[in-house]
């Protein structure tokens, strides 16, 4: 014991580097020629409604279907991806650790947390479709989140639910730092909220209805404008 105590701790961060993986955008998504997309490592999405259109589905089987590519967390918070994965082939199955039990934004960091801390301990808590300790001893190199928008507390005012998201990006920037993966995030536009969800009264001076200081933390933040085709907004 007195050895212990004389015993330095250091972070794992200080002797282990990651290698650090990028986005490759979909062929519905084009972004200006002027644009290096090389170095994507956080990528939003603006959708309209909750169902998988063609263009949020390439999202994601664009990177399964590439052969370099480890695994990939789906943080399933709108419950609508299981029977899509179902459907796919088992090369892409195996690289997928699906998770579906947040149900809110404190959930979600401290799940974000525990990756970080105990990653095979919160890996295990997802569903994998084929042998899961072959699963969660490959690289984790992206996690998809769908749908942040509904993370949302809507008894808060607009400063607690900033402060929540805010906590959000540091958590994806300190998943990043860990594992060098990309995430994809999701959330609906105002028109969304103005519309089906009118009662809501959103006020907001983001093009989503997620706060402003989150979009502003991704690398690019794509508006979809038809089923399969997307438009680079910012970058």
């Known amino acids: 014991m007195e050895i212990l105590k004389n015993c330095k701790i250091y972070p794992l961060s200080k002797f282990y580097k990651p290698n650090y993986q990028y ?13 290096d997309t090389s170095k994507i490592s956080k990528l939003h999405l603006i959708e309209y409604g909750f169902e998988i259109t063609p263009l949020k589905r390439s999202l994601l089987t664009t990177m399964l279907m590439m052969e370099d590519v480890g695994n990939v967390l789906i943080i399933d918070i709108v419950s609508i991806w299981l029977g899509t994965i179902e459907m796919m082939n088992m090369k892409q199955k195996k690289k997928i650790n699906y998770l579906n039990c947040i149900s809110n934004i404190k959930e979600l960091n401290n799940f974000l947390s525990q990756l970080i801390e105990t990653p095979i301990v919160a890996l295990r808590r997802c569903q994998q479709f084929e042998n899961v300790d072959e699963v969660i001893q490959r690289r984790l190199d992206g996690i998809f989140i769908d749908n942040v928008s509904y993370l949302q507390d809507f008894n808060e005012d607009q400063k607690g639910n900033s402060q929540m998201y805010d906590e959000l990006n540091k958590m994806i920037r300190k998943v990043r730092e860990v594992f060098g993966c990309w995430v994809v995030s999701i959330s609906y536009g105002n028109e969304y909220y103005e519309g089906v969800e009118g ?7 983001s093009i989503s209805g997620v706060p ?8 690019m933040i794509v508006l979809r404008e038809s089923e399969g085709m997307g438009r680079v907004i910012r970058s």
């Open 199 to 205: 009662c809501l009264n959103v006020k907001s001076h």
């Open 212 to 219: 402003i200081s989150f979009l502003n933390g991704m690398d």
């Open 23 to 35: 986005y490759q955008l979909p062929p519905g998504i084009k972004p200006n020629e002027n644009l």
